[in-house]
């Protein structure tokens, strides 16, 4: 685990100086593709969607990365953007693309390590080197390094070349699309991070009681409403999921997020396998890497790297979730 700084590799792991909390920092790639090349609400134009120019990269055991296949896949963008998947072991250099511990390698550059695209991008870059990356082969240039843009340029940007019109983030409800996303990811989405990466006895409990709140009020809205907002399934339930179906596996142990399992909650239980067995998604979720990544990557945490066997718990069964798009 590390960092570049002027472009320089160090071995580092997180500053929690404040108060042992665990803060999160910001991407900073932060350019839009969009269907004629003009400039996105952020960062400068010229990347214009075409077929074959873009590249993901990902790790499966992220749920940020995660997020991005998801949405490649519900999109049909698979001919359009390829992907490259690293190792889930992140030890002393970062993110790998080595075969032998489960990368799909670098077919681009045939680098080892994933620091090297970021450099490859700007030699000076100083900041942490994570996944998802967007990557321009035609300008070899970082599209973006934040997941939460990159599904909504998946979302809209390539309609016209994929023909696929689906729609997870519809004007009519962008507002509450917003508000519960920004809810789900202090509270949940980062709130199992902050659970498992503080330092600090007090830390832990702030963020633990908040990320139970919160998972008490999506359970909730769940009790009333097929998705997070409304009867259309969104980006917010896709955002959610991504955390949902890592929770019993990785945060209810290794981040200590153990009030309860969302096994235990009747409407989230059903929920996640609503969205496990929509078309497609079930082969977007790896629970080997999902499992390696956390509890070998975190020396931190788990010094002697032994991985859990279980749990083991079956996302194919039955639901009593309604199906619409
Ligand atoms: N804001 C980013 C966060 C991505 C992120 O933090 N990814 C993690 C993997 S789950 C990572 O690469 N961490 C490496 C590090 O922090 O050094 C996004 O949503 O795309």
Redo the contacts with the bound molecule.
């Keep these: ?3 570049l700084v002027d472009g320089k590799w160090q071995d580092e792991w ?1 500053d929690t100086s404040n108060k042992g909390k665990f803060e ?4 900073q790639l932060r350019n839009w593709v969009t269907a004629d090349g003009t400039a996105g609400p952020s960062g400068v134009g010229g990347f214009k969607a075409q077929s074959g120019r873009y590249h993901l990269f990902v ?1 499966l ?5 995660h ?1 991005t296949l998801i949405f490649r896949t519900l999109k049909g963008l698979e001919q359009h953007i390829d992907v490259s998947v690293v190792s889930p072991d ?1 030890l002393d250099q ?2 790998t693309f080595d075969k032998a511990s489960g990368s799909s390698g670098d077919p681009l550059y045939g680098f080892d390590h994933m620091h090297q695209l970021y450099t490859l991008n700007n030699d000076t870059y100083s900041g ?5 990356v967007l990557w321009d082969k035609q300008q070899q240039k970082i599209v973006s ?4 843009e ?1 599904i909504r340029m998946f979302n809209s940007a390539f309609n016209h070349i994929t023909h696929n019109t689906d729609d997870y983030y519809p004007e009519d409800t962008r507002l509450q699309i917003d508000e519960i996303n920004e809810y789900v990811y202090n509270n949940i989405n980062n709130g199992v991070y902050r659970c498992g990466f503080a330092t600090t006895q007090e830390a832990y409990e702030q963020a633990f009681d908040e990320l139970f709140a919160a998972l008490d009020k999506v359970e909730e809205i769940l009790s009333n409403s097929p998705y997070l907002v409304g009867t259309r399934i969104t980006e917010a339930d896709w955002r959610l999921f991504t955390t949902l179906i890592r929770f019993d596996s990785v945060y209810h142990g290794h981040f200590k997020c153990n009030r309860q399992r969302i096994e235990d909650y009747p409407n989230l239980a059903n929920y996640i396998r609503a969205l496990y067995q929509w078309p497609s998604i079930a082969q977007t979720v790896n629970f080997n890497h999902i499992k390696r990544h956390y509890y070998y990557s975190h020396i931190m945490i788990n010094p002697n790297q032994v991985v859990p066997k279980g749990p083991d718990i079956d996302y194919t069964t039955p639901h009593n979730r309604a199906k619409t798009k």
């Design positions: 685990m590390g960092l997180y999160r920092e910001a991407a790790s055991a992220c749920p940020w990365a997020r992140m970062g993110w942490r080197v994570t996944v998802p390094n934040e997941s939460s990159i």
